[in-house]
C-alpha cells in the first residue's frame, strides 16, 4: 500500500514530504513511529488522514491521535 508522510511545522505547514509503501496500515503507523521527532507528522492513504503523530514536547513525550484537519495538505 502507498501512504503519504507530511512532516508539519508549528504553523501547519508542510515543511518534508515522503512516500511510504508498506504491507498495511498498522506497518505504516510503526513506521512513523520509528522516524518522527519534534515536529508533528501527518500520515495519509490517498485522501484518508490516517493518523497525525505529535512531535516531542518534552524529551521523551510522543503520543499517536487520530485527528481529522480541515482539508488535506497539497
Known sequence: MRFKVF?????????CA???DC??????RRRVEEIYGEH???LWEGGRL???FQGRTEIGDRSAQNRR????PS
Not at 512532516?7 to 515543511?15: K, L, Q, W
Not at 484537519?69 to 488535506?72: G, L, N, R, W, Y
Open 18 to 20: 515522503a512516500k511510504l
Open 50 to 52: 490516517v493518523a497525525v
Open 23 to 28: 504491507i498495511d496500515e498498522q506497518a505504516a
Open 40 to 42: 508533528d507528522v501527518e
Open 7 to 15: 512532516v508539519m511545522d508549528s504553523g501547519r505547514r508542510v515543511i
Open 69 to 72: 484537519p480541515v482539508s488535506p
